[in-house]
């Protein structure tokens, strides 16, 4: 099993360098064609979210259709896709932004009780606790 890097994801989504894009296409679809799809971990997700939103001025809307997308992708595994699909979820719902949402997901997944935090808006999604200060 191979990973994605976040830049390899970005060129195969955004097709801002047309070579890169078809590099990335062409490994995509290799990896498949010989039964070993490649994984995108959620820290490459992660990062991506922040490259499409802040770098390339992406809607929440975009972003959330492109991780859909992705999801949708047989040749592509994601690591957690279900945190995954959890971490969306809460996103397109509510005031948090991306990282709180996959991280709060995250935890939920293995087993933590709650995440605290100090970010009002992420408290406000299920499982979180404000902290005092």
């Known amino acids: 099993m191979r990973g994605v890097d976040t830049n390899v994801l970005l060129r195969f989504v955004l097709r801002d360098d047309e070579a890169q894009a078809r590099s990335a296409k062409a ?19 992660l990062e991506t979210e922040w490259v499409l939103r802040l770098r390339a001025h992406l809607t929440k809307e975009s972003v959330i259709g492109v991780f859909q997308q992705l999801l949708e992708t047989r040749d592509l595994g994601v690591e957690s896709s279900e945190t995954l699909e959890q971490a969306l979820e809460a996103y ?28 009002a808006r992420a408290a406000k999604l299920p499982g979180a606790r404000l902290l005092a200060s």
């Open 27 to 45: 490994a995509i679809d290799h990896a498949a064609a010989v039964g070993d799809p490649l994984l995108v971990g959620l820290l490459a997700l």
């Open 92 to 119: 397109e719902s509510g005031p948090a932004d991306f990282a709180d949402c996959l991280i709060n997901a995250r935890y939920q997944e293995i087993g933590c009780e709650a995440m605290i935090t100090f970010d």
